[in-house]
């Protein structure tokens, strides 16, 4: 098994309701374990067109499947919620992100690992941080990284 940090995000609909539920319905997975999940934040929109702000979140489970194969199931359950992928960064009932695959380094046309954009995003490393405060990323401590994010925008 395999540690998987899921990055949680909604804005549209009941959005708490709509992360806790989708973070039930993985851990129901036979190949996912639940080992924790952050605290839900709120934060505005990056980038995409004018839209509600979000709540954000990240969840840590073990894996039993490859990461295209847990990639798959995060999709089928955005899709299960609704998410609809009419428009690049449009808002959405349900988006789950691939964060991290344990160490593996990955660049495929269809999944990049750790998260191309994480490290930029306040409202994925902050709730790293809540799960695994000592958490090494690529370019250093998750500690180090928030602080420079928080310190150079």
């Given at each position: 098994?395999?540690?998987?940090?899921?990055g949680?995000?909604?804005?549209?609909?009941?959005?708490?309701?709509?992360?806790?539920?989708?973070?039930?319905?993985?851990?129901?997975d036979?190949?996912?374990?639940?080992?924790?999940?952050?605290?839900?934040?709120?934060?505005?929109?990056?980038d995409?067109?004018?839209?509600?702000?979000?709540?954000n979140?990240?969840?840590?489970?073990?894996?039993?499947?490859?990461?295209?194969?847990?990639?798959?199931?995060?999709?089928?359950?955005?899709?299960?919620?609704?998410?609809?992928?009419?428009?690049?960064n449009?808002?959405r009932?349900?988006?789950l992100?691939?964060?991290?695959?344990?160490?593996?380094?990955?660049?495929?046309?269809?999944?990049?690992?750790?998260?191309?954009?994480?490290?930029?995003?306040q409202?994925?490393?902050?709730?790293?941080?809540?799960?695994?405060?000592?958490?090494?990323?690529?370019t250093?401590?998750?500690?180090?990284?928030?602080?420079?994010?928080?310190?150079?925008?």
């Open positions: 098994m395999v540690d998987v940090f899921v949680l995000g909604s804005n549209l609909g009941d959005k708490p309701q709509t992360l806790r539920a989708a973070v039930r319905t993985l851990a129901k036979p190949g996912l374990r639940l080992k924790g999940m952050s605290a839900l934040r709120p934060s505005a929109p990056v995409g067109p004018p839209q509600p702000d979000y709540l979140g990240v969840a840590r489970f073990e894996s039993i499947y490859s990461p295209r194969e847990t990639l798959g199931r995060l999709q089928r359950v955005e899709h299960r919620f609704g998410r609809r992928r009419l428009k690049l449009g808002p009932t349900l988006d992100d691939l964060l991290l695959y344990g160490n593996l380094t990955l660049n495929m046309p269809d999944l990049v690992l750790p998260h191309p954009r994480m490290e930029a995003r409202f994925v490393l902050e709730p790293l941080r809540d799960l695994v405060p000592s958490l090494q990323l690529v250093g401590s998750l500690q180090g990284c928030l602080e420079r994010l928080l310190t150079h925008g």
